[in-house]
Antibody
Framework: QVQLQESGPGLVQPSETLFLTCSVS????????WSWIRQPPGKGLEWIGFISHSGGTTYNPSLLGRVTISIDTSTNQFSLKLTSVTTADTAVYYC??????????????WGRGTTVTVSS | EFVLTQSPATLSLSPGETATLSCRAS?????VAWYQQKPGQAPRLLIYDASNRATGIPTRFSGSGSGTDFTLTISSLEPEDFAVYYCHQRNNWPRFGGGTRVEIK
């Protein structure tokens, strides 16, 4: 069965760039859609964006200009880059496999999440 | 702007009781999903397409509704069901509701 694992630095300096990777095992990344979601401490879920196996992306408008999601089918990984981070970007970041068919959209397999703290 | 509103914010019930959670969308969309999240864990998909149970989800979880009003029902609450529940839809881009916490009374 498909499993996802997030990795990346747990601490990022304000104004710097956050970079996370999601490693997919038990299946091919080349046949689905893949999302990033985050959850600030004590708060709800916020969808960040998704990428298709062919590299097409859609992002949360509130993060446009700062966020980039990329995919590497040779390593079965996809990545999140978030620039100019502030303390408001402190959160647990999740990656998830995404089912997308017209308006039908849901995330059926999630990673365990990785905590990112923005602080000097 | 598209908004998903969940109610109540908190539901206090005893094991064995039935939980009824509501999700109201500001725009018509029949494709809601529901997730369960326990402390320190990632969300888990329960229901997709408003009423389809995800793989491995017990039959005590059921989803219903269409248009703008959706309901997640948990029949005969088990101890492991006390958690936070989120509804989720894609309207231009995906959003989550604010969540309903189901706590032990």
């Amino acid at each position: 069965q498909v499993q996802l694992q997030e990795s990346g630095p747990g601490l990022v300096q304000p104004s710097e760039t956050l970079f996370l990777t999601c490693s997919v095992s038990g299946g091919s990344i080349g046949s689905d859609y893949w999302s990033w979601i985050r959850q600030p401490p004590g708060k709800g879920l916020e969808w960040i964006g998704f990428i298709s196996h062919s590299g097409g992306t859609t992002y949360n408008p509130s993060l446009l200009g700062r966020v980039t999601i990329s995919i590497d089918t040779s390593t079965n990984q996809f990545s999140l880059k978030l620039t100019s981070v502030t303390t408001a970007d402190t959160a647990v970041y999740y990656c998830a496999r995404t089912e997308l068919s017209g308006p039908l959209f849901y995330m059926d397999v999630w990673g365990r999440g990785t905590t990112v703290t923005v602080s000097s | 702007e598209f908004v998903l509103t969940q109610s109540p914010a908190t539901l206090s019930l005893s094991p064995g009781e039935t939980a009824t959670l509501s999700c109201r969308a500001s725009h018509v969309n029949n494709y809601v999903a529901w997730y369960q999240q326990k402390p320190g864990q990632a969300p888990r998909l329960l229901i997709y397409d408003a009423s389809n149970r995800a793989t491995g989800i017990p039959t005590r979880f059921s989803g219903s509704g269409s248009g703008t009003d959706f309901t997640l029902t948990i029949s005969s609450l088990e101890p492991e069901d006390f958690a936070v529940y989120y509804c989720h839809q894609r309207n231009n881009w995906p959003r989550f509701g604010g969540g309903t916490r189901v706590e032990i009374k």
